[in-house]
């Protein structure tokens, strides 16, 4: 039998194929800006986060501190999933300039533009560019952009409910990533990695994580290694369900 891992890093030479473990996909990094103007459609995603001076409104639970220094911010889409801000660049559909800065700018111009479809402020940010990827085999129809924004706390604790919900009928909800695995190893990061995530977001957001070393690789390996059980662990039980009627409790 062909090995597909192989034959895809052999036809894609200067980037590798990696599996993004929550989905059946496999999505490719892409440096070549050649190939990025050859897609049809390019979408563009920023992370949002913001770093306390010191660690605020820590969470305890029996007795063990757990800092929140630095927050994430993710959205639940309308369909369930998480994931960030963003969406389609559709200036980029029609023409793609021809030089890279130029082609950054209308992408960072995009994500602002949907940042403050989506959320209600942004319009002005300037995110910093991070990596772009394709699905495997898809290089032509979809290029990935991944940008990241920092914050500053009071921004970060003035994003409003209210502006997103009169703004977007996309988001119907607002979380932050819990940068922390508790004392049984299993609650915190890990049970957040078990959710379902648009595209590749939990992919761009582990990164951003290693990136900026908000957590240590040994950390996040542990916690994606512990997520993927407690999704073994799901898939492989008895899914029925039966419902008990709590009426006699009313
Ligand atoms: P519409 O205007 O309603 O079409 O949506 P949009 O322009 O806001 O686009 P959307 O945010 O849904 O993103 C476009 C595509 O990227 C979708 O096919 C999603 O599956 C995917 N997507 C959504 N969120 C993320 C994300 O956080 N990361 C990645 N990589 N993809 C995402
Ligand atoms: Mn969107």
């Not at 990827?133 to 991944?146: I, Q, T």
Request: glycine letters at 6%.
């Amino acid at each position: 039998m062909m090995d597909n891992t192989k034959v895809l890093e052999e036809e894609t030479s200067s980037t590798s194929a990696h599996k993004c473990p929550w989905m059946p996909t496999s999505y490719v990094d892409c440096t070549d800006f050649e190939l990025m103007k050859k897609a049809k459609i390019h979408a563009a995603h920023v992370l949002l986060w913001s770093r306390d001076e010191k660690p605020v409104s820590p969470y305890h639970y029996d007795d063990i501190e757990l800092p929140m220094q630095t927050k994430i911010l993710m959205q639940v889409r309308f369909d369930g999933s998480f994931g960030f801000p963003g969406g389609f660049v559709d200036e980029l559909e029609s023409k793609v300039p021809s030089s890279f800065p130029k082609f950054l700018e209308l992408l960072q111009q995009g994500v602002c533009r949907e940042l403050f479809e989506e959320m209600g402020f942004g319009r002005d940010t300037s995110p910093s560019y991070v990596y772009s990827c394709h699905p495997a085999g898809r290089e032509k129809d979809v290029m990935l952009h991944f940008f990241m924004f920092q914050l500053t706390p009071s921004q970060m604790k003035a994003i409003s409910w209210g502006s997103i919900i009169s703004t977007s009928d996309e988001v119907v909800g607002l979380s932050l990533v819990p940068l922390y695995t508790m004392k049984d190893g299993i609650r915190g990061l890990p049970t957040f990695l078990t959710n379902s995530f648009a595209g590749n977001a939990v992919e761009q957001l582990l990164r951003c994580i290693l990136k900026q070393g908000f957590l240590s690789e040994v950390e996040v390996r542990k916690a994606t290694e512990v997520a993927f059980k407690i999704l073994k662990k799901r898939g492989g039980g008895d899914l029925k369900f039966e419902f008990q009627s709590h009426t006699h409790i009313l």
